[in-house]
C-alpha cells in the first residue's frame, strides 16, 4: 500500500497504521482529523489509536525483538543504508508531505528531508562499532561487558520535527537492535505513514518498526504505561515528559526525556551587530519559533542595546511570513489552532508585562484561516515575568538588557530550563569563561543551531535526561551485561582472597 497523497490538491486519503509490517485502521474504527496549518483545512482523517492498538503493535515488536537482537550487525546497517535510500529517492514527497502537515515551509522541509540520510547513514556506521570493555579485575579471570538491545522501544514524537526527531531516535535504536513502536503527535501523523512505507520496502522484517497514530492521553499514554515496553524516548513537553517518565517508572522502563526549553542568545559588547542579529532572528523566527532550542530570551548588553534593537526591527521587516508553498516564503504559520492561541494568548501577556517593540499581530496579507503570527518582540522585560520565563513556542522574544557577567549568568540560569545557549562576541575567553557557567546542555559560539547526527543533544534542568545524538545516545539505546570467566580451577568455599563478598 501507498499512501495515497495528492499534493496539488493538497489531500491526502486512506491514512493508516503501519504494525506488524501491514497496514491497519483502528481496531475501534475511529479516526480524527489533521489540518493544514496555511488554510485550516482538514488534508486527512487519521487512525485513532487506543490502548488495543498499542497492545498490537507491541506484540509484533516483542514477537520479533529477540530475532532483531541477533541479526548481524552489518545486516541491520545495511537495512538503514537502504532506507536511507529510499528516503533520498523519495525525498520530494516526504517534503511536501511534511510541509503541508506541520506548516514548515517548503524550501525549509526539503532541506530537512535531505538531511534525513545523514541520521541514517550514522546510525548504520555505527552499527558494528559499538561494543562493551575488557576490565581488569585480580586473579587469572577475562572480564568484559556487552552492550544489548533494551528490546521494545517506544518513540513518541513532538509535531515541530515529526519526521527528523523519529528518525534521531529510531535509527539509533535499530542500529543497535531494539524494536520500535513510534507514537506520532496527532496533528502530524502523516510523514512517520510515509516513511514506514519506506521501512517496509527496505526489507526491515514485519514488526521491527511500528507506527501507532492517535492522541497522546489515549495512544501515546498506553503506549508509555505498556509493560513490555522496555525503553521510552520521549520528546515533547515538560509538562507532559513528567507524566510518561511516571508511567515508565512504573514498570521500570528506561526513559530518556528530551523536552522544552527557554533558552538565551546573547550579545557581547564586541560582537558584529549585524551577525548577532541574523543569530537572534533564526533563533526565535525559525520555523516560527516552534523549536525546542529557540533563542526566546535576547540577553542584549546594554552598550550595544540601541543599536541592536535598530538593526533587529529592520531585519523583521524583511521577513517574509506566507503560505509555506508560496515562492519566498521565509516563515510559515504556527501548527494549530490550539497553538495560535496560545501563542497569542501569551502576547497578550507580554503586553501587560512588558513593552511591545515589534509585531503582536497577524502579518498583512496572509491566507484566511490560516494560523499566522509576525515576529514579535518584547523589550524593558523583567526575567521574572511570564514571557521570559514560560515556553511560548511561537515567534516571541524578550529583550533583557545585560552589563556584567556576574549578572548576566545569574539571570540566564535563573529558569527551570536548561536546554542550550547562543553566544556572540569576539573575546573568546570571555565566551568560553560564559559558556562554562551556564547551565544548558549545548553552546553554539557566533553561529544559530545546528543539528547533526553526531553532536549530543539534550538538555540540563527540566529540559531533560539522556542525549540523543553522537556516541553519548548509544547508552539510551543499551543495557550493559558484564561476564567473567574465571580461568583457574574453581576456588574452595573458604578461600576468600580477592573475592571479599
Ligand atoms: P507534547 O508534550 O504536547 O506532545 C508530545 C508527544 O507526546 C505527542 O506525540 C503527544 O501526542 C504525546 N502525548 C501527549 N500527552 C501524552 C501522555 N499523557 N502520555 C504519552 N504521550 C503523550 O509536545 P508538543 O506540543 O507536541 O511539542 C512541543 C514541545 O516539545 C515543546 O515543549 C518543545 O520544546 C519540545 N521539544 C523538545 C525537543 C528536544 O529535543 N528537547 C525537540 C522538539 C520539541
Given at each position: 500500500?501507498?499512501?495515497?497523497?495528492?499534493?496539488?490538491?493538497?489531500?491526502?486519503?486512506?491514512?493508516?497504521?503501519?504494525?506488524?509490517?501491514?497496514?491497519?485502521?483502528?481496531?475501534?474504527?475511529?479516526?480524527?482529523?489533521?489540518?493544514?496549518?496555511?488554510?485550516?483545512?482538514?488534508?486527512?482523517?487519521?487512525?485513532?489509536?487506543?490502548?488495543?492498538?498499542?497492545?498490537?503493535?507491541?506484540?509484533?515488536?516483542?514477537?520479533?525483538?529477540?530475532?532483531?537482537?541477533?541479526?548481524?550487525?552489518?545486516?541491520?546497517?545495511?537495512?538503514?543504508?537502504?532506507?536511507?535510500?529510499?528516503?533520498?529517492?523519495?525525498?520530494d514527497?516526504?517534503?511536501?508531505?511534511?510541509?503541508?502537515?506541520?506548516?514548515?515551509?517548503?524550501?525549509?522541509?526539503?532541506?530537512?528531508?535531505?538531511?534525513?540520510?545523514?541520521?541514517?547513514?550514522?546510525?548504520?556506521?555505527?552499527?558494528?562499532?559499538?561494543?562493551?570493555r575488557?576490565?581488569?579485575?585480580?586473579?587469572?579471570?577475562?572480564?568484559?561487558?556487552i552492550?544489548?538491545?533494551?528490546?521494545?522501544?517506544?518513540?513518541?514524537?513532538?509535531?515541530?520535527?515529526?519526521l527528523?526527531i523519529?528518525?534521531?531516535?529510531?535509527?539509533?535504536?535499530?542500529?543497535?537492535?531494539?524494536?520500535?513502536?513510534?507514537k506520532p503527535?496527532?496533528?502530524?501523523s502523516?510523514?512517520?505513514?510515509?516513511?514506514?512505507?519506506?521501512?517496509?520496502?527496505?526489507?526491515?522484517?514485519?514488526?521491527?518498526?511500528?507506527?501507532?497514530?492517535?492522541?497522546?492521553?489515549e495512544?501515546?499514554?498506553?503506549?508509555?504505561?505498556?509493560?513490555?515496553?522496555?525503553g521510552?524516548?520521549?520528546?515533547?513537553?515538560?509538562?507532559?515528559?513528567?507524566?510518561?517518565?511516571?508511567?515508565?517508572?512504573?514498570?521500570?522502563?528506561?526513559?530518556?526525556?528530551?523536552?522544552?526549553?527557554?533558552?538565551?542568545?546573547?550579545?557581547f559588547?564586541?560582537?558584529?551587530?549585524?551577525?548577532?542579529?541574523?543569530a537572534?532572528?533564526?533563533?526565535?523566527?525559525?520555523?516560527?519559533?516552534?523549536?525546542?532550542?529557540?533563542?526566546?530570551?535576547?540577553?542584549?548588553?546594554?552598550?550595544?542595546?540601541?543599536?541592536?534593537?535598530?538593526?533587529?526591527?529592520?531585519?523583521?521587516?524583511?521577513?517574509?511570513v506566507?503560505?509555506?508553498?508560496?515562492?519566498?516564503?521565509?516563515?510559515?504559520?504556527?501548527?494549530?489552532?490550539?497553538?495560535?492561541?496560545?501563542?497569542?494568548?501569551?502576547?497578550?501577556?507580554?503586553?501587560?508585562?512588558?513593552?511591545?517593540?515589534?509585531?503582536?499581530?497577524r502579518?498583512?496579507g496572509?491566507?484566511?484561516?490560516?494560523?499566522?503570527?509576525?515576529?514579535?518582540?518584547?523589550?524593558?522585560?523583567?526575567?521574572?515575568?511570564?514571557?521570559?520565563?514560560?515556553?511560548?513556542f511561537?515567534p516571541?522574544?524578550?529583550?533583557?538588557?545585560?552589563?556584567?557577567?556576574d549578572?548576566?549568568?545569574?539571570?540566564v540560569n535563573?529558569?527551570?530550563?536548561?536546554?542550550?545557549?547562543v553566544?556572540?562576541?569576539?573575546?573568546?575567553?570571555?565566551?568560553?569563561?560564559?559558556?562554562?557557567?551556564?547551565?544548558?546542555?549545548?553552546?553554539?559560539?557566533?553561529?544559530?543551531?545546528?543539528?547533526?547526527?553526531?553532536?549530543?543533544?539534550?538538555?540540563?534542568?527540566?529540559?531533560?535526561t539522556?542525549?540523543?545524538?553522537?556516541?553519548?545516545?548509544?547508552?539510551?539505546?543499551?543495557?550493559?551485561?558484564?561476564?567473567?570467566?574465571?580461568?583457574?580451577?574453581?576456588?574452595?568455599?573458604?578461600?576468600?582472597?580477592?573475592?571479599?563478598?
Amino acid at each position: 500500500m501507498t499512501l495515497a497523497f495528492d499534493a496539488t490538491a493538497r489531500k491526502v486519503d486512506d491514512a493508516r497504521m503501519f504494525i506488524d509490517g501491514g497496514w491497519t485502521a483502528a481496531g475501534a474504527g475511529a479516526r480524527f482529523p489533521t489540518v493544514d496549518p496555511n488554510t485550516g483545512t482538514t488534508i486527512a482523517e487519521v487512525p485513532r489509536g487506543d490502548s488495543a492498538d498499542v497492545d498490537r503493535a507491541v506484540a509484533a515488536a516483542k514477537r520479533v525483538a529477540v530475532e532483531w537482537q541477533f541479526t548481524d550487525a552489518i545486516a541491520r546497517a545495511g537495512l538503514l543504508r537502504a532506507l536511507a535510500a529510499k528516503v533520498t529517492e523519495h525525498a520530494d514527497e516526504l517534503a511536501r508531505l511534511e510541509a503541508l502537515d506541520s506548516g514548515h515551509y517548503l524550501a525549509k522541509a526539503q532541506e530537512l528531508v535531505g538531511a534525513i540520510p545523514l541520521w541514517l547513514d550514522y546510525w548504520a556506521s555505527a552499527a558494528d562499532k559499538v561494543g562493551g570493555r575488557t576490565i581488569e579485575v585480580p586473579g587469572n579471570k577475562l572480564s568484559f561487558t556487552i552492550l544489548e538491545p533494551l528490546g521494545v522501544t517506544a518513540h513518541i514524537v513532538p509535531w515541530n520535527y515529526p519526521l527528523l526527531i523519529l528518525v534521531r531516535s529510531c535509527a539509533p535504536a535499530l542500529a543497535l537492535g531494539n524494536t520500535c513502536v513510534v507514537k506520532p503527535a496527532e496533528d502530524t501523523s502523516l510523514s512517520a505513514l510515509k516513511f514506514a512505507e519506506l521501512v517496509k520496502e527496505a526489507g526491515f522484517p514485519d514488526g521491527v518498526f511500528n507506527v501507532v497514530t492517535g492522541y497522546g492521553g489515549e495512544a501515546g499514554a498506553a503506549l508509555a504505561a505498556h509493560p513490555d515496553v522496555a525503553g521510552i524516548t520521549f520528546t515533547g513537553s515538560t509538562e507532559t515528559g513528567k507524566q510518561v517518565a511516571k508511567l515508565g517508572a512504573d514498570h521500570i522502563a528506561q526513559v530518556n526525556l528530551e523536552l522544552g526549553g527557554k533558552s538565551p542568545t546573547i550579545v557581547f559588547p564586541d560582537a558584529d551587530l549585524d551577525e548577532a542579529v541574523e543569530a537572534a532572528v533564526q533563533g526565535f523566527c525559525s520555523h516560527t519559533g516552534q523549536v525546542c532550542v529557540a533563542g526566546t530570551r535576547l540577553f542584549v548588553h546594554a552598550d550595544v542595546e540601541k543599536d541592536f534593537l535598530a538593526k533587529l526591527s529592520a531585519r523583521l521587516e524583511q521577513t517574509q511570513v506566507g503560505d509555506g508553498f508560496a515562492e519566498g516564503t521565509q516563515m510559515g504559520p504556527l501548527v494549530s489552532q490550539k497553538q495560535f492561541d496560545r501563542v497569542n494568548s501569551y502576547i497578550e501577556i507580554g503586553k501587560s508585562e512588558a513593552t511591545l517593540f515589534y509585531g503582536g499581530g497577524r502579518p498583512e496579507g496572509t491566507p484566511e484561516g490560516g494560523y499566522f503570527v509576525q515576529p514579535t518582540v518584547f523589550t524593558g522585560v523583567d526575567n521574572s515575568s511570564r514571557i521570559a520565563q514560560e515556553e511560548i513556542f511561537g515567534p516571541v522574544a524578550s529583550v533583557l538588557s545585560w552589563s556584567t557577567e556576574d549578572e548576566l549568568v545569574e539571570k540566564v540560569n535563573d529558569s527551570i530550563y536548561g536546554l542550550f545557549a547562543v553566544l556572540l562576541g569576539k573575546d573568546v575567553t570571555r565566551l568560553l569563561s560564559t559558556a562554562r557557567r551556564l547551565q544548558v546542555g549545548g553552546v553554539m559560539i557566533n553561529d544559530w543551531f545546528g543539528e547533526l547526527p553526531m553532536t549530543p543533544h539534550g538538555g540540563h534542568k527540566q529540559s531533560g535526561t539522556g542525549r540523543e545524538e553522537g556516541l553519548e545516545a548509544i547508552h539510551g539505546y543499551t543495557q550493559v551485561k558484564h561476564v567473567a570467566i574465571n580461568l583457574d580451577p574453581l576456588r574452595a568455599a573458604t578461600d576468600w582472597a580477592g573475592a571479599p563478598l
